[in-house]
């Protein structure tokens, strides 16, 4: 695995633009209201999703390695 790398730019308040590398184009983050206009995806919102594609991975794995179907999970 190649060493992980990103970059936060304040755009504006609490939105940022989150850049990773030049084969994954960036992303916009931003918080909600009462704290700001939600012009993109919350930290929340990013975490979740991450740490589920985490699980989703490895309950993925041991199903395969188990010579079990499951597509799609």
Do not use: H, W
Request: hydrophobic residues 40%; charged residues 25%.
């Amino acid at each position: 695995m190649d060493n992980l790398s990103l970059r936060l730019i304040q755009q504006e308040n609490y939105r940022f633009e989150i850049q990773f590398n030049d084969e994954i184009p960036p992303i916009t983050g931003d918080e909600p209201p009462p704290l700001d206009k939600s012009e993109g995806i919350s930290p929340i919102q990013l975490l979740a999703a991450a740490v589920a594609n985490c699980l989703s991975d490895s309950l993925l794995f041991s199903l395969r390695k188990l010579k079990q179907s499951a597509d799609p999970i």
